[in-house]
């Protein structure tokens, strides 16, 4: 599977960018996938997870009620719409998928096995 991201710019503290993530190469519906982030000088960040079937997904507190992931397996494409942003929201956001067959998603980057090129997000205060 390979995994390109894509979406991200500059905005201003408030606003809203959608991500998408589009996967190519072997089959793309049968893997539950993610949003992790990184911003300079911290750790890879848990950002968003959807299960195969698009019925459970994880969010932490930090971005809940702000941020909502989907897919479209038939376009085999997952996206990330994220509303009200802050600044604090800035970070390199990477998309990942597990193996196919592993359908329930996962909070921890350690679970994911295929990932995407990561696209720059900055918000400005």
């Known amino acids: 599977v390979q995994l390109q991201a894509s979406g991200g710019g500059l905005v201003q503290a408030g606003g809203s960018l959608m991500l998408s993530c589009a996967a190519s190469?072997?089959?793309?519906?049968?893997?539950?996938m993610g949003w992790f982030r990184q911003a300079p000088g911290k750790e890879r960040e848990f950002v968003a997870a959807i299960s195969w079937s698009g019925g459970n997904r994880y969010y932490p507190d930090s971005v809940k009620g702000r941020f909502t992931i989907s897919r479209d397996n038939a376009k085999s494409t997952m996206y990330l719409q994220m509303n009200s942003l802050k600044p604090e929201d800035t970070a390199v956001y990477y998309c990942a998928a597990r193996y196919p067959g592993l359908v329930a998603p996962s909070t921890s980057w350690s679970e994911y096995v295929y990932w995407g090129q990561g696209t720059l997000v900055t918000v400005s205060s």
């Open positions: 190469g072997r089959t793309f519906s049968w893997n539950a």
